[in-house]
């Protein structure tokens, strides 16, 4: 007789592009499909997906925002009488964790996306419902918090009061696959530099501004993404006297070509979850240089085999000023760094293994 197999729910506020998103939605589509059946519930509307879904059952609510959609997606958990229930993003996993009171055969996980206490002071909390005082309630309820980080993982702790052995370690998982750059940089050349995030303060884009300001050798910037702060990141390039240096892009879906196209990738947050644009980065080939910050960096980065992590401005500029000088970088050395430990296999496992043991308790 086949076992049965466990019935999981995921639960995500949309399907359009983020890094939450992405990572939700590739576990729910990877997971064994003989030991686990897997739907996607989504809050937001079908129209808004980016994500390829192939092969997997997804409930779209389409309201356009996560307190709209309260009562349905109650009505469909009860429906759906899941062994587990997991979400992403802290207001919907406030939502869930509250339900959980309701339904006390399933088990409910939330997937934590930031180190919420440095967010904070570059976001603040502006609504009562996700107050720090209701986050910390609502992750008392909850079963299991997976941290994507280490960082993450012991601000829960700190700031939070979630108890260690409530949380779970498990790094995002390389979700595609590249192609190897060929060759690493021609020192000759020009060296070419790239960022790819949203335009908000807390992605530091001014303090990568500021660093370049200071180096007296040529070089070409590419800034990819959108956000409230493109203006502003604008008027500071202009001021800089680096707007001749740069090119603005607005949107791309070819990541993978740009970041191969160029030779460092520049990180600049103050704040971080775990970002996976780091890991694309070096699966192509091409190392990082990152200010330090909560959320994984020291994770990911390995200094001098697949980047450097700086302290300061200063140091920052020191290491463009030594790249510059002498580029050392192997390509195949920076994807190793990555594929060796934050592979689809390896993390995949790590949450089947966790849907395992949370049914058995």
Avoid: W
Avoid at 79 to 88: K, L, N, P, T, W
Avoid at 274 to 279: G, V, W
Avoid at 324 to 338: G, H, M
Wanted: proline residues 3%; charged residues 25%; glycine residues 4%.
């Amino acid at each position: 007789m086949n076992k049965k197999k466990i019935n999981i729910l995921f639960v995500l506020p949309s399907l359009a592009a983020g890094g939450a998103e992405r990572i939700m939605s590739f576990v729910a589509q990877n997971l064994d499909k003989e030991k686990f059946d897997v739907k996607l519930i989504v809050t937001g509307f079908e129209k808004d997906t980016v994500y390829q879904t192939s092969d997997l059952t997804i409930i779209y609510l389409n309201k356009n925002r996560v307190l709209k959609s309260v009562f349905i997606l109650f009505r469909l958990l009860k429906r759906e009488r899941a062994d587990i229930v997991i979400s992403s993003i802290v207001h919907l996993n406030t939502f869930l964790a509250f339900f959980s009171k309701f339904f006390p055969k399933t088990k409910f996980i939330s997937r934590e996306a930031n180190v919420l206490s440095e967010l904070s002071k570059h976001n603040p909390y502006n609504n009562v419902i996700f107050s720090k005082k209701m986050i910390v309630l609502a992750y008392k309820l909850v079963d299991k918090i997976i941290c994507q980080s280490n960082d993450m993982r012991q601000d829960l702790v700190t700031h939070f009061k979630v108890p260690l052995i409530k949380t779970e370690l498990i790094n995002n998982p390389i979700t595609n696959t590249s192609n190897l750059k060929k060759k690493a940089r021609n020192q000759s050349s020009t060296i070419k530099l790239i960022t790819i995030t949203r335009l908000s303060k807390h992605k530091g884009h001014l303090r990568i501004l500021d660093a370049l300001s200071r180096v007296d050798f040529p070089f070409r910037y590419t800034i990819i993404g959108h956000g409230t702060e493109k203006e502003t990141i604008y008027n500071y390039a202009k001021e800089k006297g680096l707007l001749d240096h740069i090119e603005f892009i607005n949107f791309t879906q070819e990541v993978d070509a740009y970041l191969s196209e160029n030779d460092l990738y520049l990180q600049g947050s103050y704040v971080e979850g775990f970002p996976n644009i780091l890991l694309e980065s070096c699966l192509v080939g091409t190392p990082i240089l990152a200010f330090n910050a909560p959320g994984g960096l020291d994770e990911i980065i390995i200094n001098g085999s697949n980047g450097y992590i700086a302290d300061t401005i200063d140091e920052f500029v020191h290491y463009l000023n030594l790249l510059n000088a002498d580029f050392n970088f192997n390509p195949e050395i920076v994807n190793s760094v990555v594929t060796s430990r934050f592979n689809k296999e390896k993390i995949i496992s790590q949450y089947e293994q966790l849907f395992i043991n949370i049914t058995h308790e």
